[in-house]
Structures are given as structure tokens and as C-alpha cells.
């Protein structure tokens, strides 16, 4: 479904990808994963078209992605969610979730989708009405994952969302991203915390300095001597 | 004395209002697209002589054509922004600041011109049958189209307010002024953001200017001195709370009127500034604006 083929990319004068490519199928949960600095979070937003690639294409389901706006990438049906969740902490959780609809296509489906975000995450239909910057870490994070899916997109993409959050915590999102998974969202996990995303996912990309190193299922990536000492030593 | 002091509060807050409906104006282009539009006082400069002339060769009844006034100047606003302001969408933060300064300026210097060539240097005012009506009320005087002014100040602001509280569109901008990453990922087109953000301050320096031409006087010289009074209200109030920059107005226009009365029209400016400096100092957010995070 969606395709990252020879990918370069960067900021201004330096280079952060170098021919990356990955793919994640229709419905699939894949893991990116590698150091601080490898180019995870470029990536993604390749994908989400924030950053334009100097080389390589991105594709959803043979559809080229590079020359779109990032507001159309959303309408097409991929939806990112940035490090650290970057919820209008100046908006209440209800109006953070509306925008979260925001194009004609998803503003028709709102109500649909705001039933099952709420359905994932109960927290967020009781604090509806407060700010979101009364919310802690981990609500934020539900916060900034409900709202993109209120686009109801076809492939979420999520840069670290266990970032800065209780073990506890971590575990909950990680549910909520298998059941989000499960209803046939395909995913894009992008994280720091090795061992817990390739134990998550059917499948897992390894980036280093800006190239993929590896790939695989998340068991046999775990048993990579290479990945064990360097990540989960 | 107490009566004097009372007139000076009550002409304070009417001019108040309408230094608060430029400043919202500025702040909602700064606060969306982080441009900070110099040439804002020119564009209220050009609504102003926009309500005079129509007025002065037609006869329109300058709260009449409000509306017409605000429709020009959002065309102005559009085709300056499609010729110039966008090429500085894609810019950083700091460079989108100090490019679109540069720019304001030379738009400013060029409007300025503009209207000297055409219109001459003298002072205008727009002079309507019922212009030298006075309320009276417990001693002090409400001069009529002032008092509308205001009101039509307060009108436009509320509605503002109702427009980004309420609407999808509205909710949109304030989203994209805290986060335009976040706000683009979520479907929101936010070169369309800035551009309506853009057009909407445009109008609303229009409509100031118009007011500024019924209430007071207008003459091409003046755009800098409002731009300025705009950025002191803006900060004052604090981004990111139109309500907010709104009160700072009706302070700032209070706190010269008083000076004007105790201190002498010398130290107007002088006081405006120092209340700026002391708000910088002890609420560097404004007196109304959330802090960050």
C-alpha cells in the first residue's frame, strides 16, 4: 500500500536519508527503529510530505506522494502524528479532535469517528471540554493519536509515542496502537524503544546514519546479534 | 477637575477601541503567519481615504459603506500578499520576521507616496450631517460618531472572536497560530490560513481607518504612528488573545488621555512607551497572553 523507494532527503546542507526504502502493506504493523539521529523522524515526515525528498518517491498504492501538499497526503488517508503528540494545548480536547477532521471528506464521518475515539480512549469523552494544556503527558498522547485518527485514515504513521512516559503508560499506548492496528489501520511506529516495537510488530526496518540496515520480522530482528548489542544490551 | 478627569477617560477609552481594532488586525496576521506587517498603518491610512472619498464624491455614508471599505481593502490585502507576502511563507521564523518588515517598510514608504501625489498632504476628516452631535451624560460628552465608532469596534471584535471560537475555519487559524506542523498534518491547508488571515487583517485595518476618518482625521503621514500604536497594543495585550489586545487598547488609549490632561501632550508617547517597557518587564507575555506550553 504505501512505498518509500530510494528516499534522500535532508535539512538545508545536510544530507539525513540516503536512498531509504520501505514498504508497509495494507493493514500491516511496521516498526521503525533505530538510534537517536538516524533519520526516523525525516521519514516520516517525507511520508507526510512536511519535508520534501531531494531523490526517491513515496507512493500510496502506486500514487506518487512527493509533489503534495501535506493537507492533501491527510485527504489521501495517511496521518502523522508528530514526536511528543504537538496537541493546541490553547484548544480543548473536543476542538483539537474536530480539527482532526478537518477536510470535507473526513468532516463527513466526524461523528463516526469521534464514537470510536472515544471508544479507545474513554479519557478523552471526560475531559472533552477541558483544554488540552491541562492534560497530562500520557493524556496528550491519546489526544494527539484520536485526533489523527478523526481523519480516518488508512495508515497511521507515529513518531515515538511512548516518548517521555511512565513504563505503565507506555503499555497502554502500545495496546491501544495493536487495537487501532487490529481495526485495520495499518501502522507506521517509529521508536527509540527497541525491544518493545519489535516485539509489537509483524515486521521492523532498522535505520542507521540514514540508511535502513535491516529488515525483518520483529523476532528475528530481536535475535540480530547486531540489533541485541546495540539496542538491548 | 473630576469631571475633567472623567471626559478624559471616556475620549481614552473611544479612541481606545478603535487602536484596539488595529491592533487586532496586526496580531492576527503576526500570530497566524508570523509576518510582521509594517505597512498595517498604511493600509488603515488607504481604508480611511477610501470612506473619505466615497463620502466626499458619492456621498456614501461613511457607517454605510463600512463594508464596502473592508471588501477593498481585503482585495488590497489579497493581491499584496499573492505578489509579495507569499513568497515569504516558506522562510523560518526570524528571517519571515525581518523579511516582511523590510518589506512593510518599502510598501509603507510607497503607500505613503502614493497617497501624497493623489490626495496632498492636508489633514481630511469626514464631516456628516450629524458629526457634531453630542450626548451629554452626568457632565461628560459623548461625541456621537465616536461613541459608533467604538461600538462598531466592539461589534467587529465580538464577531471576530465568535468566528475563530466557533467556526471550523476560525478554530483552524488558532490552530495553525500555535502549531502550523501540527495543523498541516491534521488536513488543514495552511497556505490558505495565512492567505484568509492575511486578507481578514487587511480588512480590518480598512475598517479602522474608515472609523479614523469619521471620529478623528486622517492624512497620508499617519500609517506609521498607527503601526506603532498597533505593535504597542499588540504586545501589551499579548498574542494569541484578541480579547486580550482589545482591553490593552482602551488601557493605552486611557493611559495617553490621562497624560494629555496631567502631564502635557509632550509626554503622550513618552508614558504609551513606558507602560510598553514596564509590561515587557514584569509580563513579558502581555498582560493578557498564555505562556508557552
Known sequence: MLEVVGIDAGYKDLQALWGVSLRVNEGELVALVGPNGAGKTTTLKVISGLIRPTAGNVLLDGHSLIKEPPHKIVELGVSQVLEGGRVF????????????????????GRAENL?????????LKERQRQRAGTLSGGERQMLAIGRALMSNPRILLLDEPSFGLA?????????????????????????????AAL??????YVIENGRVVGEGSGEALLSFESIRSAYLA | MLSAVAQNVVFGLLVGGLYGLAAVGLSLVFGVTKF????????LMLGGYAAFWMYTLFRVDPFFGLPLVAVLLVILGFIL?????????????????????????GLGIIF???????WSADQRGITTTYSSQVLKFLG??????????????????????????????????RATVQDWEAAALLGIGTERVYLISFVMGAGLAGLAGALVSVGYSIEPSMGLEWTLTSLIVMVLGGLGSFVGTFVAGLLLGVTQSLTFLWLGGTYREVVALLLFLLVLVVRPQGLFGVKEG
Not at chain 1, 464514537?115 to 479519557?123: G, N, S
Not at chain 1, 516485539?199 to 521492523?204: D, G, K, S
Not at chain 2, 510582521?36 to 493600509?43: D, F, I, M, Q, R
Request: glycine fraction near 4%; hydrophobic fraction near 50%.
Open chain 1, 167 to 195: 513504563p505503565l503508560l507506555v503499555e497502554q499506548i502500545f495496546r491501544m496502537i495493536t487495537e487501532i492496528n487490529k481495526q485495520g489501520v495499518a501502522v507506521l511506529l517509529v521508536e527509540q524503544n527497541v525491544r
Open chain 2, 112 to 118: 505613503q507616496n502614493v497617497a501624497l501625489r493623489l
Open chain 2, 81 to 105: 500578499y499573492r505578489l509579495v507576502f507569499v513568497r515569504m511563507t516558506k522562510l523560518n521564523d526570524e528571517s519571515k520576521i525581518r523579511n516582511t518588515m523590510l518589506v512593510g517598510f
Open chain 2, 36 to 43: 510582521l506587517n509594517v505597512s498595517h498603518g498604511e493600509l
Open chain 1, 89 to 108: 494545548t490553547g484548544l480543548t480536547v473536543m476542538e483539537n479532535l474536530e480539527l482532526g477532521a478537518f477536510s470535507a471528506k473526513a468532516r463527513k
Open chain 1, 199 to 204: 516485539e509489537l510488530t509483524q515486521r521492523a
Open chain 1, 115 to 123: 464514537e470510536r475515539v472515544f471508544a479507545l480512549f474513554p479519557r
Open chain 2, 140 to 173: 461628560v460628552r459623548f461625541p456621537v460618531v465616536r461613541v459608533a465608532s467604538f461600538l462598531i469596534a466592539l461589534v467587529v471584535l465580538v464577531a471576530l472572536h465568535l468566528f475563530l471560537k466557533r467556526t471550523y475555519l476560525g478554530k483552524a487559524i
